[in-house]
C-alpha cells in the first residue's frame, strides 16, 4: 500500500486535508525561520530595536495603516538611540548628518549611482499608474527637475506676487464674511487648504479650483484630503511583501476610484493645453518640453496632480499648524502679531517681498515645521549596489533606511526641550544655536539633496504673506475644541487633519 494511503488511514484525513496542513505548516515554519533569521543571523541583526520589528515586517505595516508609525518610530529612538532598527531591513536614524547621508549626493560612488533611489513601496506602489517628479527613476527625475526649476525660482515666485495676492485678499474677505467679524468660529485647516488648492491651481493650470469661491467646497478636494488614510493599507502590504495584492486590489476598484479623483485634473489640463505655451506659470516648462521628454497626457496629468497636491498641503498644513500653536502660546501671538503690525501701516505695504523683513516670523514658521512637519516620514530609500555608508558605518545595499522628521525634530539629542513651542531657537546663528543644543540642521522639512522639495520657494512666500496678512488684519482666538488638536490626528506620512476652529476676530486697532 502506498504510503499516502497508510497515512490516510491512519489519521483518517483525505489527501486534500493532508495537503491543506502541510501547507500550513510550511507557512509556519517559513515565518518562524524568517523571524529567527531576522533577529539572528541577518546583516542587521546588530542593530537595535524591539525583538518583534527586527523578526517581521508586519508591526511596522500595522502601524503605518492605523497612522501612528512615526509617533511610534519617536517612542523607540527615546529608548535604543540615533539608530533603530525599525523592521527586519529597514534602519530609521536622527542623527542630523543622516540626511546628507540618505538623501544627499553619495561622493566617490560606484556603478554611476548618485544618490540613493527612493523605495517605490511608498513611492509609487501601483505598477500601473504613471510616474511623476517624486517617483520617477534618477534620469526621468532630473530631466522632470529642470523642466520645472526656472517655474520655481525666487524669480519667477516674484513674478507671480499679484497672482498670489488676488487669493489671499479673497480668503481675507472670506474670513471677515463667512466669521461674522469674529462671532463665528471657522474651521482655519479648511479655509488654508482653499486658498493654497485655489493659488497652486491657478499656478499650474491657469485656472483656480473655485474653493474659496465656493465657501470652502470642491469635490476633488473632498476627495484627495479623504483618501490619505485608505492608501495607506496599499503601502503597508506592499511592504510586509504583499506588492501582488496591491495590483489585484487596484485592478478590482482602485483604479476606478482614482480615475474620478483624476477628473477634474484632467478637465483643467486639457483646457490650460489650448493656453499658450510660454504662459509665465508653474507648469509651462513641463509643456513647453513635453515631445522633448516623451511625456504623454497621462504623464503629464500625474505630474500636475502631484504638484497640486504637494504645492498646497505643504504650505496650508504649515498655516494650520502656526495658527494652532500661536492659539496656544499668547506671548508668542503677541510678538509675532506686534511685528508685523509695527512693520506695516496698510495692507498695501504687505506682499510677496516686504514679508521678508518679518524675522521673528520666520523663526516662528521654522519652530512649526519643527514641531509639525507637514511630512512626518515615509521618504525611505533604498541603499544602492555595493551599499553605502551612512554615518560613517557600512551598510549593506537592498537596506532600506530613512530619517523620519517627527523623530528627528524631536529628539533631545538635536533640540533643547524638543516639545516646546519656542521659536526663539531659530533667532540664533548654527554655532550660538548649537552651544545652545539646538542643532538647526537636524530640521529639514523640504528635504536635502537633488531631489529635495522643488516648491520650497513657492511654500515659504505664501506662508509668510498669508500669516502676515492674517496677523495684520485679525486678533487670533481659538476654540475649546482646540485642545491638543495635534496630538488627536493621524498621520499617513502626511497629516488627516482634524478641524481647527479659530476665531478671526477684526484686529482691536482698526474696529
Known sequence: MPVIDKLTGATGLSGPHLL??????????????????????????????????????IPFGIRHTLGIQAFHTQTLHDKYGPVVRISPNHLSFTDHRAWKDVYGHIAGSRNGTEEMMKSLTFAHPVDEQAHHIISADRELHAKLRRGLANSFSDA???????????????????LHEQGEEGRVPLNATNWYNCTTFDITGDLIFGMPFGALEG????PWLEFILGSLKSVAP????????????????????????FRKSMESVDLMLKERL????????????????????????????ANAWILVLAGSETTATTLSGVTYL?????????????????????????????????????????????????????????????????????????????????????????????????????????????????????????????????????????????LARILFEFDLRGSPTTANWIERQKSYGLWERIPLDVYFEPAREKR
Open 215 to 218: 465657501n470652502g467646497k470642491h
Open 326 to 466: 500661536l492659539t496656544q502660546n499668547p506671548e508668542v501671538l503677541k510678538r509675532v502679531t506686534q511685528e508685523v503690525r509695527t512693520a506695516f501701516k496698510s495692507v498695501d505695504e504687505i506682499d510677496i517681498n516686504s514679508v521678508n523683513k518679518l524675522t521673528y516670523m520666520l523663526a516662528v514658521l521654522n519652530e512649526t515645521l519643527r514641531l509639525y512637519p507637514p511630512v512626518t516620514s515615509n521618504l525611505p530609500r533604498v541603499v544602492p549596489r555595493g551599499g553605502a555608508k551612512v554615518l560613517g558605518e557600512y551598510i549593506p545595499e537592498g537596506t532600506i533606511v530613512e530619517v523620519q522628521s517627527w523623530s528627528m525634530n524631536h529628539s533631545k539629542e538635536n533640540w533643547v526641550d524638543p516639545w516646546a513651542f519656542n521659536p526663539a531657537r531659530f533667532l540664533d546663528d548654527k554655532e550660538t544655536a548649537r552651544e545652545k543644543g539646538n542643532i538647526l540642521d537636524s530640521l529639514q522639512a523640504f528635504s536635502v539633496g537633488p531631489r529635495n522639495c522643488i516648491g520650497r520657494n513657492l511654500a515659504y512666500a505664501e506662508m509668510r504673506w498669508i
Open 20 to 57: 491543506l496542513g502541510a501547507v500550513g505548516v510550511s507557512i509556519i515554519i517559513y515565518i518562524v525561520g524568517s523571524a529567527i533569521y531576522n533577529v539572528f543571523f541577518h546583516p542587521l541583526a546588530s542593530y537595535p530595536g524591539p525583538l518583534i520589528q527586527r523578526a517581521s515586517y
Open 234 to 257: 496599499m503601502g503597508a502590504l506592499s511592504y510586509i511583501g504583499l506588492h501582488w495584492l496591491v495590483q489585484v486590489i487596484w485592478k478590482m476598484s482602485g483604479a476606478e476610484i
Open 156 to 174: 519667477s515666485m516674484r513674478g507671480q506676487g499679484p497672482l498670489i495676492g488676488k487669493y489671499i485678499d479673497l480668503l481675507i474677505h472670506k
Open 274 to 301: 489650448k493656453m499658450d505655451a510660454d504662459r509665465n506659470d508653474l507648469f509651462g516648462g513641463l509643456i513647453q518640453r513635453q515631445e522633448k521628454l516623451g511625456l504623454g497626457f497621462d504623464e503629464l496629468s
